[in-house]
């Protein structure tokens, strides 16, 4: 999968722009603020029909305007050339269009154009609560599984009404059951996908950690869940009494969390800036494999700032696995400093295309 074309109108700092862009790497120059994040995120927001970070989507509209569009044309892996068409308008919501035709369902959107994005933000994955962990778990198996998020949506319904009744002081058994008849159900099919996914990426996250260290340390990934010792029905009705007084569910698949680890040891406690970017990094890449295996098609690769905080050896071995070998497929990279792109653009074995972002408009180098 690659995008061949994407024309920008109001978007967070651009006003107008329309760019063609290299099916192999493309490289943006700017200094912060310039809008190079911007471009990558109207690119994801295109294939994800979300922004990056967690806001309203109405923020993405440029100061002083009422509305928004972003309209890219796409080539997938077996040669098939798509549409696609997103906008807001104040006040009036988000039209997404594929091919011309308006999806009934924006989530029927998800995974139909794959794309795997690392950001200076990621270290929230490795710092942050475990809502960043499970959020990243969603998005990635929602992408490849259509009816994950049948099920997410499904349990979030059921845990929604089971916390109200807990709120209104519901005592009847009955009730509850009833209620969580359908909560254990998505549960169930939940931390299936959740475990067989962490089980699958692994290995996989194993190698490119190592590859990224030099091999100078080991890095880990374990599922936590308390679907991992017993059924949830078992311990919903174990911890029933307890969530009375509290007023919520305290336990279930929406408690679940990706252990991080460096060694013997935490990697959230002692792992350095480097060391915890090689980790969101080697996880990402992870991803990648796992959503060109589940989709078939290679998905579209955002590097933002990705020498940041990086020696140069993790640097380079880093570039080096992006840009040769064949395994990835269009990517993006931004940074501040014009010598790291020119080495990048020295070392790839495929097309390249340098642009220089100012002030949200964008020029050929």
Not at 219 to 241: M, V
């Amino acid at each position: 999968m690659r995008i061949d074309k994407i024309d920008i109108l109001n978007f967070k700092n651009i006003p107008e722009t329309n760019l063609e862009f290299s099916s192999g790497v493309n490289c943006l120059l700017g200094m912060n603020g310039m809008g190079k994040s911007n471009l990558l995120e109207a690119v994801y927001f295109l294939s994800m029909s979300r922004p990056l970070s967690s806001m309203p989507e109405s923020a993405l509209i440029r100061h002083g305007e009422e509305m928004l569009m972003v309209k890219g044309d796409y080539h997938t892996d077996n040669g098939g050339e798509e549409q696609v068409a997103c906008g807001i308008v104040k006040g009036k919501g988000k039209t997404l269009k594929r091919n011309g035709k308006e999806y009934q369902r924006i989530s029927e959107h998800i995974g139909k154009f794959p794309i795997v994005t690392v950001l200076p933000a990621d270290s929230e994955i490795v710092s942050g609560s475990g809502e960043h962990r499970r959020r990243l778990l969603d998005m990635v198996i929602s992408q490849a599984d259509p009816l994950y998020l049948v099920w997410l949506i499904k349990y979030n319904r059921a845990l929604e009404s089971r916390n109200r009744m807990l709120r209104a002081g519901v005592k009847d058994a009955l009730l509850f059951e009833s209620i969580e008849t359908g909560l254990c159900a998505a549960a169930a099919e939940i931390h299936a996908a959740r475990k067989k996914w962490t089980d699958e990426l692994r290995p996989v996250f194993r190698r490119y950690y190592s590859m990224i260290s030099g091999d100078a340390e080991k890095a880990s990934i374990k599922y936590k869940s308390a679907l991992n010792e017993g059924a949830l029905q078992d311990i919903l009705n174990s911890s029933r009494a307890k969530d009375s007084v509290l007023g919520y569910t305290s336990q279930g698949i929406h408690r679940d969390d990706l252990q991080t680890g460096l060694g013997d040891y935490s990697m959230r406690r002692l792992g350095s800036q480097g060391q915890v970017k090689s980790f969101t990094i080697a996880l990402k890449f992870a991803i990648f494999d796992y959503l060109r295996e589940q989709g078939g098609e290679t998905p579209i690769l955002l590097l933002d700032d990705i020498f940041d905080k990086l020696d140069a050896s993790r640097v380079g071995r880093i570039m080096e696995a992006v840009s040769g070998g064949g395994n990835f497929g269009q990517i993006f990279i931004t940074d501040t400093n014009r010598e790291h792109l020119d080495e990048t653009i020295a070392s790839i074995r495929s097309e390249s295309r340098l642009f220089e972002a100012k002030d949200g408009e964008y020029k050929v180098l």
